[in-house]
């Protein structure tokens, strides 16, 4: 029932591209995407519904393929500051009352 | 309050002993979820509630532990006769019932069980 995150880890030079999948065996309701920082709690960054859509956040956006039971994260211009661990949560019905479960995190390395 | 409050914010515990980890939700948040987080890891679901009902409590791995959140604001998560194993942190996170805005976690409870 975890979605499976890939890559498990990405290395990047500043100003370059990245994008994390999520893949759910199962019928997905939502997709949260969250990042975490060493020795902190991890920070929501965006909700995506079931439709189809795609959202954005400065440089960062995300997919959602219902269909595939997929969504995927784009970091593009990385800058250092996203270095951290990217984690989705998803949510497997409209009346799971937002209970997430997550994958097993894709940790992200900006260098200068 | 501003954010999500924990506490006590580490936990060192003899085995054999219990222990009540403390989560002060958002003001206003109706839903409060506990997760526990291994080092490298993502959260793992424990249970959840929306105002003073347990929803859902599947993520609870025995009957020592279990929750409450008597009045729909502050939780506590109890785990008794601690065992090595419980070694983790524990995060709680709250949310509006619109849960368009996400999660928020608290800083989480470390827990060392020795």
């Known amino acids: 029932q975890q979605p499976v995150q890939s890559p498990q880890a990405v290395i990047l030079r500043e100003g370059e591209d990245a994008v994390i999948n999520c893949s759910s065996s199962?019928?997905?309701?939502?997709v949260h995407w969250y990042r975490q920082k060493h020795g902190e709690a991890p920070v929501f960054l965006m909700i995506?519904?079931?439709?189809?859509e795609q959202k954005g956040h400065e440089k960062i956006s995300a997919s959602f393929n219902e269909k595939k039971q997929q969504s995927s994260l784009y970091l593009t211009a990385s800058q250092l500051s996203y270095s951290g661990t990217y984690f989705c949560?998803?949510?497997?019905?409209?009346?799971?009352?937002?209970?997430?479960?997550f994958g097993q995190g894709t940790e992200l390395s900006v260098k200068p | 309050g501003a954010g999500v409050s924990q506490s006590p914010r580490y936990k060192v515990t003899k085995r054999g002993q219990d222990v009540a980890l403390r989560c002060d939700p958002i003001?206003?948040?109706?839903?409060l979820y506990w997760y526990r987080q291994a080092l490298g890891q993502g959260p793992e679901f424990l249970t959840y509630?929306?105002?003073?009902?347990?929803?859902?409590k599947s993520g609870l791995p025995n009957d020592r532990f279990s929750a409450e959140r008597p009045e729909g604001s502050i939780s506590t998560l109890t785990i008794q006769r601690t065992e090595q194993r419980d070694s983790a942190m524990y995060r709680c996170?709250?949310?509006?019932?619109?849960?368009?805005?996400?999660?928020?976690f608290g800083s989480g409870t470390r827990l060392t069980v020795v």
């Open positions: 996170a709250s949310s509006p019932l619109d849960r368009i805005y996400g999660y928020t």
């Open positions: 199962k019928a997905l309701y939502s």
């Open positions: 995506l519904l079931k439709g189809g």
């Open positions: 949560g998803t949510e497997i019905g409209s009346n799971q009352g937002g209970k997430l479960i």
């Open positions: 003001s206003g948040h109706v839903s």
């Open positions: 509630f929306n105002y003073e009902a347990q929803q859902d």
